[in-house]
């Protein structure tokens, strides 16, 4: 039988003393040595985590398919590696803006990556390319940043995130959080969360950078329980969503590979109605604080990814496998250089969100100049047929049915 919650048990009860029983419950589940405790109260109660059977399970589930997604992961090439990556944070920042009603295309954060990328200085002009701070946050979670360590760290990842994504009457000027108070509504009007009031957000921020750096939690754990919080505390008037699922990749990067990380909004997009109800039951009153449930719905979400994920880099191992064939065969035929470029363009097929080819990655591949990757390519399409075109400005190119059709792709 599924963990069951404390409001579950109670409505079960029919007896006339299934009110102390509860609370009897209750005081058990929050003072077993197994039992993690935040010091944090929700209105009345504590914040707390039981450790059942099934979260030790599927915690251990998760770190085991980890190491596979892991090993899948160190054997790819270093040109799909990086395609990779760059796909998976487009689709990132894009459902995770979605989920708040915030539209961006992935050609706008393909934009926003590239002027990360290729700048070194940033200068004023870069940064109003559309959503640039948002994608450089994601683009950053690649290189083992650190947590917020004071109050401040949170608002300036906060001002990084909602960049282009909110009315700037909602940022708060005179402070680093909102002061005034906030009531979520669903469709139908009825109000699903009061946010703590303004003049206690900072103190609870505090804590929950406490509960973040944690040493006695596990770290899986101490991430899913450090999302409700934040959400909880709502510290801003609008892009707490946003704020809070980056701040969620940004913890999870510790114990997880950045795969995974990067597969989460999407699967948690797509599996929203699971995962707000999963808030709604850490706040019932008659479930005491207990975050139990709210940390096995988010792991079950992280698992999903994972599973997605294995799949997903199973069946593009296998595709990578066949093109290394195909071009052994091919290499008499074309020439070494036609060959890598061929290589090359197989990867971004494979592993490019838009499966596209340009002459300035193409030229730092090869290790010739971006003239001589643009005569490359255009041979390669116009006289082999191997290669389309598919924009002129910038020019790009993807592999053509033919092309595929040659490779076994």
């Given at each position: 039988m599924a963990y069951p919650t404390l409001q579950k048990l109670f409505y079960r009860d029919v007896s006339s003393d299934r009110f102390s029983a509860h609370d009897s419950l209750l005081k058990e589940r929050l003072t077993q040595e197994s039992t993690f405790r935040t010091g944090i109260f929700l209105d009345d109660h504590e914040l707390f985590l039981a450790v059942p059977r099934e979260l030790s399970l599927l915690n251990e589930q998760v770190l085991r398919r980890e190491r596979k997604v892991s090993a899948l992961w160190r054997h790819l090439p270093t040109i799909a590696l990086g395609a990779f990556i760059r796909s998976l944070i487009l689709d990132e920042v894009v459902y995770s803006n979605e989920m708040e009603?915030?539209?961006?295309?992935?050609?706008?954060?393909?934009?926003?990556?590239?002027?990360v990328v290729s700048s070194a200085d940033k200068t004023s002009k870069l940064k109003h390319t559309p959503f640039y701070e948002m994608a450089n946050l994601y683009l950053n979670l690649t290189k083992a940043p650190s947590m917020p360590r004071e109050l401040q760290d949170i608002r300036t990842i906060y001002d990084a995130v909602v960049a282009d994504g909110i009315d700037d009457v909602d940022v708060p000027k005179d402070s680093l959080f909102r002061t005034g108070p906030v009531i979520i509504e669903d469709q139908r009007g009825k109000i699903v969360h009061t946010a703590v009031p303004g003049n206690q957000v900072e103190d609870i921020l505090s804590k929950w950078l406490t509960l973040a750096s944690s040493e006695e939690i596990p770290e899986l754990y101490s991430a899913a329980l450090c999302h409700f919080l934040f959400e909880y505390i709502?510290?801003?008037?609008?892009?707490?969503g946003r704020t809070g699922r980056y701040l969620l990749a940004l913890q999870l990067t510790a114990p997880l590979s950045d795969a995974t990380v990067l597969s989460l909004s999407r699967i948690i997009a797509e599996n929203k109605n699971a995962y707000y109800k999963a808030f709604s039951i850490t706040e019932e009153e008659l479930n005491g604080g207990e975050g139990t449930h709210f940390v096995i719905t988010m792991l079950e979400l992280i698992a999903q990814a994972q599973e997605e994920l294995i799949a997903d880099l199973e069946t593009k191992r296998s595709a990578l496998d066949t093109l290394n064939a195909r071009l052994n065969e091919l290499e008499a035929k074309f020439g070494k250089r036609s060959i890598d470029a061929l290589f090359f363009a197989g990867q971004m097929q494979l592993f490019d969100i838009f499966g596209e080819t340009k002459p300035m990655e193409l030229a730092s591949y090869l290790n010739v100049s971006e003239a001589t990757a643009r005569r490359l390519l255009k041979y390669l399409a116009?006289?082999?047929?191997?290669?389309e075109r598919t924009n002129m400005r910038p020019v790009s190119y993807r592999l053509s049915k033919t092309g595929c059709g040659m490779l076994g792709l």
């Open positions: 009603g915030v539209h961006s295309t992935r050609r706008q954060i393909e934009a926003a990556l590239n002027r709502h510290p801003f008037y609008d892009g707490n116009d006289e082999k047929g191997l290669l």
